[in-house]
Structure formats: structure tokens, C-alpha cells
């Protein structure tokens, strides 16, 4: 069965896979057995399947539920409880479920999606993707295996709307809260802070999977002791290995390190502030900081320098020649505040936080660079929930982010790079390029494939030249584990934090 995608020969390459070749019929789990455990760097703050609450209680959520669709371990979208979907020429899309039963045995139906997205969508709604949801302006159901999606106005990224693990597909009527979800694990248990349990669900609609008859997920809130269980065998697999403990993981033959570069740092500017306001004085920080730097202080040199927009090499967005935008170049940044009208610099203050070490080392190595250009920087280290008040407030002339975009499309970068959104901590303060909104806009609802491209291209090139903000390393995101543990995939770029949905086919030898 392959995906059709009509309107105007749109073929998404992260929608190219709307087949999964490797679903039978349920009930045929050909488990490896036993119980894999599973470090966790935090308890979820809650159970509120809908709301942003973290990694930890996403990867808690991809045990338990599934969404309309999924990524696989390339990245690439794929479906879950759609078996297929299209566009129309009017930009209609229609959802094709497969058979599917959440846990209690009742079927995955049309009623269920859409109960799910009027919900999600509801104006009193506190959900994560309730703006995506809100968009839809009718929702229709043909049958019991149908949804038929209107938007606004034509959408090429809906199917990864419901990628997120933010997403699930809830029951009809359930609460947001519910844990009788339809993926490959049925809840068991917890103990309230401390760990929870889920057992394999044998009507999971993947033949074959979950390869283990249990998870339990301990928490372990301190990244060394998370670290320690693992090298004594109490756990079998974590998340969020530290940098400091990467090499001596790497060093042990009995564990494996998987890592990819997705989460990034990034400096954002209070454009409301003279010199800030200046393109100018913000391409100039751009080209200042030796970003091998920022990797090695706060990372351990576990990332990679980052000089244009956070799209990894794997993208079909990736543009190769403004890979070096942002390159350092302290002779051109201070030529650029020369012509902005500083040749002498100026002093500012740079906001972080010292809650962080990573994100405190990121503020030292560019306030050490921007002194070298003649900008005279003075740290402001409060803790984060400070730091996040003063960033909404636009307390700050810079200050130094890490976050990671929705997925790999550039779309995910909207709530990073659209100055034309209330303000938030995650972007620059009172910064509009009107010629980055208008192509986020453009590219959203554009389905050519090599059109987005060059949408996306000269976005990338308008960000450079603005400089709303400044993006200075991706840093690598790891996952640890027991070398006979099996299947488990850190999913690539900004999907590193998906990357439980992995969890049904990981196997312990």
C-alpha cells in the first residue's frame, strides 16, 4: 500500500513512507521476554497525555499510546494508527486507519481521532499541539476507518502534527489523563516518584512486537548515579547521559553509547535595545565566537559546531552553502560593528543561568569571544525559573538558550525564528523579520517539495543577514546502554527525544 499525495505532486520526504510492511495481525509478539529497565532522568510531572511535561514523560507516553503516525529510526514519517493518508487538490487530507484495539480490547476508530482533536483543540485547552488542532475547521468521519481533515487554509505538515509524542490518540470521552492507550505496552504500576511499570500488550498491532514482556522505568534524578546504575547492571539502558561520562561509557566494552547531535545552543537579543536592534551588531556576535570552544567547555566535545540554522546534514533542507553563515571570522565582526557604528564596542549584559552548567560554560566562552571584539559582557546567572521570567519579560540585552525544534522540518523552527509571536524565553525579544514569517507561513502551506526548498533557502539566508538570533553548537544527545540490549534507536536531529517509540522493538539478549 503506498501513501498518495495529489496536490500539486507533493512528495514530503519525511512523508515518503505511508506503508508499514512489517504489521500483521495482532496477537503474533514474538517476545526475546524478560523485563527491560529503564533509567529515567526524571518522574513525569504528570500523566496529562496531551501535555508537555518532558523526555522522560514523552518516552513514558510512547510506551503506552500511539499517534496517527510516527517517525522510524531514519527520521523518516511513518504510520501507526494510520496505515495511509492523502491530499487533495483543495488540501483536504483523509486518514486511513489500520485495525488497531487500544488496551481495553475496543477498536481505534474515526470517533476516537476525532474526539482526540476537538479536544486538543478546545479554546480552554492547555494542550501542547492545541494551536495545530484548533486550525482544523471540520472534521469528518465517513466510516469507522476514515478521517477526513479541513484546515484553515491548505497544510503540507499535518501528518507530522501527529508524530509528536505530545499527540496521542486518546478513546473517545477519556480523560487526558488516561493510560489505556493502543501501543505496545499496557500500564502496570507505579510508585509516585519513583518508578513506573508497564507490561507487553499482546493485541499490539505489529507483529512481533514488543520484543520484552515488561519495561520498568526507574528514576534516577542524578545524572551520576544514573550513570553508576547502569555500569552496575540495576538499569539496562538510560537517557540523557551526562558529557562528563560519555568517553568512560564509550571506554566499556560491556555498554554502548548511542548519540546524535540534535538539541542546539543558541543566543537571543532584546531588538528593543539600541545596539541590539542593529542587524548589524547581531551578525557581528554571530561571526565573534569560536564555537569549538562552546563544544568543548560545555559539552565535553560531545557536539559540533553550529554556523547556520539547526538543520542536521540528513535534511533534505539542508543547505550546504550557507553552511558556514555564521563562520568565525573576528576580523569581520569587528568590521560589521565598525559600520553599525560601535568601532569602539559597548557593554551589555548576557543572560543565562548557573542552574545549568551547560548552559552557564555557554555564556563564559562567548562572553571571553565578544570581549575580544571589544563588547563588554557581564554575566546575569539567576536559576531558571528566573532566567525563564526575565526572557519572557525581555529582561536581557543576550542571553543564551538550548532547546530543540518540534521535528526536523523546518516548520519546527517557528516557535524559535517567528518574531511575530507573543513573547517567549526560547526567542529574541521585540525582533521582527517580516521575510522569515512569510516564509515559515509560505512553506507551510506549500506542498512542491523543491519549492520548499527554496523557501526554506532563503529563509536560511535572511536569518543569516538579520541575525535575530544566533545559533553556536548542536550538542550530542545520548542514550546508554547494556551491549546485549538490542533494537533501540536514537533517532536522528531534532527527533533524538522521540526516540522511545524505539522501545518495541528493543530486546535484551
Known amino acids: 500500500m503506498t501513501m498518495k499525495m495529489n496536490r500539486r505532486g507533493f512528495l514530503n520526504t519525511a512523508m515518503a513512507t505511508g506503508t508499514l510492511t512489517f504489521l500483521g495481525a495482532a496477537g503474533l509478539r514474538a517476545q526475546e521476554g524478560g523485563t527491560l529497565r529503564f533509567g529515567l532522568s526524571a518522574y513525569p510531572p504528570s500523566f496529562d497525555m496531551w501535555a508537555s511535561t518532558g523526555t522522560a514523560a514523552g518516552t513514558v507516553k510512547l510506551m503506552i499510546h500511539r499517534g496517527l503516525t510516527s517517525y522510524d529510526p531514519q527520521g523518516v514519517l511513518r504510520g501507526e494508527l494510520a496505515e495511509s493518508w492523502e491530499v487533495d487538490d483543495a488540501g483536504v487530507w483523509t486518514f486511513k486507519l489500520r485495525d488497531a484495539t487500544f488496551h481495553d480490547g475496543k477498536p481505534v476508530t474515526s470517533a476516537d481521532v476525532k474526539y482526540t482533536i476537538e479536544t486538543v483543540g478546545a479554546e480552554d485547552s492547555t494542550a501542547f499541539r492545541r494551536a495545530q488542532m484548533a486550525s482544523i475547521t471540520k472534521i469528518e468521519t465517513p466510516d469507522e476507518k476514515t478521517v477526513k481533515l479541513t484546515t484553515a487554509e491548505p497544510i503540507a505538515v499535518v501528518p507530522d502534527w501527529f508524530a509528536h509524542y505530545h499527540m496521542p490518540i486518546l478513546q473517545d470521552g477519556a480523560e487526558a489523563t488516561s493510560t489505556i492507550g493502543a501501543g505496545p505496552f499496557k500500564f502496570d504500576s507505579l510508585e509516585r516518584g519513583v518508578s513506573v511499570k508497564v507490561t507487553a500488550y499482546d493485541g499490539y498491532y505489529k507483529e512481533g512486537e514488543p520484543k520484552v514482556d515488561g519495561i520498568e522505568?526507574?528514576?534516577y534524578s542524578d545524572e551520576n548515579l544514573r550513570v553508576a546504575a547502569l555500569e552496575a547492571g540495576d538499569v539496562d539502558i538510560i537517557e540523557y547521559v551526562p558529557w562528563a561520562a560519555m568517553e568512560r561509557i564509550e571506554e566499556n566494552d560491556a555498554l554502548t553509547l548511542n548519540t546524535v547531535p540534535g538539541p542546539f545552543m543558541y543566543l537571543t537579543f532584546n531588538g528593543t535595545k539600541a545596539p541590539f536592534d542593529n542587524p548589524l551588531v547581531r551578525k557581528a556576535i554571530g561571526h565573534a565566537i569560536k564555537r569549538e570552544d562552546?563544544?568543548?567547555?560545555?559539552?565535553?566535545?560531545?557536539?559540533?559546531?553550529?554556523?547556520?540554522?539547526p538543520l542536521d546534514e540528513s535534511s533534505p533542507f539542508f543547505n550546504e552553502d550557507l553552511a558556514d553563515g555564521w563562520d568565525y571570522d573576528p576580523e569581520k565582526a569587528k568590521a560589521l560593528l565598525a559600520e553599525a557604528g560601535y568601532p569602539d564596542g559597548f557593554d551589555c549584559t548576557m543572560l543565562s543561568t548557573a542552574q545549568y552548567g551547560m548552559h552557564q560554560s555557554t555564556a563564559e566562552v562567548a562572553q571571553a569571544y565578544l570581549m575580544m571584539i571589544g563588547i563588554n559582557v557581564t554575566l546575569d546567572l539567576p536559576d531558571w525559573s528566573t532566567r525563564v521570567q526575565k526572557g519572557n519579560e525581555g529582561q536581557y540585552?543576550?542571553?543564551?538558550?538550548?532547546?530543540?525544534?518540534?521535528?526536523n522540518d523546518p516548520d519546527g523552527l517557528t516557535t524559535i525564528m517567528d518574531g511575530s509571536a507573543k513573547p517567549s524565553f526560547v526567542r529574541s525579544f521585540g525582533i521582527e523579520v517580516p521575510a522569515i514569517t512569510e516564509a515559515l507561513n509560505k512553506g507551510r502551506v506549500t506542498f512542491d517539495q523543491a519549492e520548499r526548498k527554496q523557501i526554506y533557502h532563503d529563509m536560511e539566508a535572511a536569518a543569516i543577514e538579520q541575525s535575530p538570533c544566533v545559533f553556536l553548537c548542536s550538542r550530542a544527545q545520548g542514550y546508554a546502554m547494556a551491549s546485549t540490549v538490542t533494537g533501540f534507536s536514537n533517532l536522528p536531529g531534532q527527533l533524538t527525544f522521540y526516540s522511545g517509540v524505539t522501545l518495541e522493538e528493543t530486546a535484551k539478549g
Do not use: Q
Open 397 to 407: 540585552d543576550i542571553a543564551v538558550m538550548g532547546t530543540s525544534a518540534d521535528m
Open 294 to 309: 562552546v563544544v568543548a567547555a560545555a559539552f565535553y566535545d560531545h557536539g559540533a559546531p553550529l554556523a547556520h540554522l
Open 217 to 219: 522505568a526507574i528514576v
